[in-house]
């Protein structure tokens, strides 16, 4: 009857939720033993400047190397580090590894270390950023840290300081993801960025009907009205390549040019980069 009917759906809904917070548990019981281990990776994707043609960042992006399920993505396991705080330490860790990777490329390339909003709240994201600086000797202009709105969403004075602390180090700061979540053009006014992120959803639908066109032209021109620069993410094809050239933008970052790869990779790539740039002047 109904009742049974009932009582097996729970059931069956209730083990459901069990079985999600064991696979949970064990992730971040499998996390903790990772950062022990040192079981993770930087990959770094290139942005281009649009006009020059040359790298001009390369973007650090986790990867964790997990024993028996291979390469886990990002998307998969910082939540979980966010849930724990585990994304202080693996956050103080990328910070580290980045600034001591990004000191052996050429000085004009900066390097871009995504920073989750937990970092924000523990109050000593400001003291690691330099303490990273310290230990690599890598200058403070060449580092961008990447935030999203969600920072700016909660505690709003709090968050205001600690990008202040910030950029009183000399880093500089980038807003990602801009247009999806919680965007608000009034972010734009409360803080002044040195770059905004356009999110690949925006960048996807370019040569479209639709709006998206119109929004990264209107994102490009307040950027420069307020002296932010612009990067476009998820480009992926030489007609988006040449639209946002024609819309102002100043960089992009994509599949296009190239995917996120490994620091061995990434310095061949940039070392040839340079010659043929060289070779081209
Ligand atoms: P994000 O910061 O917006 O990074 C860009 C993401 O877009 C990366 O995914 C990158 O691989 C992907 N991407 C780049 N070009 C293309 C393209 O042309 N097409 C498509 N479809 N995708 C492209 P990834 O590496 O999986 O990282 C996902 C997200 O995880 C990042 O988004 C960032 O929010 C977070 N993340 C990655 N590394 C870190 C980290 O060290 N710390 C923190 N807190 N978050 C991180
Ligand atoms: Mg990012
Ligand atoms: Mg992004
Ligand atoms: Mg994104």
């Known amino acids: 009857g109904a009742k049974s009917d009932g009582r097996r759906t729970y059931r069956f809904f209730e083990s459901g ?7 949970r548990r064990s992730l971040e019981l499998e996390l903790r033993q990772a950062i022990a281990d040192g079981g993770f990776e930087l ?15 390369c973007e650090a992006l ?30 103080r860790w990328v910070l580290d590894t980045a600034c001591c990777e ?26 690691h950023v330099a303490a990273a600086l310290a230990a690599s000797g890598l ?16 505690d709003d004075e709090a968050a205001l300081d600690v990008l202040h602390q910030l950029r009183a180090l000399g880093v500089r700061i980038a807003l990602d993801d801009f247009g999806t979540g919680y965007s608000s053009l009034s972010y734009l006014q409360r803080f002044p960025f040195d770059k905004i992120k356009i999110d690949r959803t925006f960048i996807k639908d370019l040569a479209g009907t639709g709006a998206s066109s119109t929004i990264v032209q209107a994102v490009v021109n307040i950027a420069a009205a307020s002296d932010m620069t612009t990067t476009a993410e998820g480009v992926e094809t030489e007609q988006q390549r040449s639209m946002l050239r024609v819309l102002g933008c100043t960089e992009m ?9 490994p620091a061995v990779e990434i310095r061949k790539l940039l070392s040839s980069h340079r010659e043929r740039a060289a070779s081209v002047a």
Request: charged share 20%; net charge negative; with cysteine.
């Open 17 to 23: 939720m069990d079985a999600r917070a064991k696979a």
């Open 43 to 57: 990959h770094y994707q290139p942005l281009l400047h649009l006009e020059a043609g040359g790298v001009s960042c």
């Open 102 to 127: 990004a000191v052996n490329w050429p000085e004009h390339v900066h390097i871009a270390v995504n920073v989750s909003p937990i970092q924000f709240k523990s109050e000593t994201l400001a003291l």
């Open 62 to 91: 986790l990867r964790w190397r997990h024993p028996e399920r291979g390469t886990i993505s990002p998307a998969d396991f910082i939540p979980v580090a966010e849930d724990t705080g585990l994304i202080n330490d693996l956050g």
């Open 139 to 154: 200058s403070p202009s060449r580092l961008e840290l990447e935030i999203t709105e969600a920072v700016l969403i909660r």
């Open 253 to 261: 970052q994509g599949y296009l040019f190239s995917r996120p790869i």
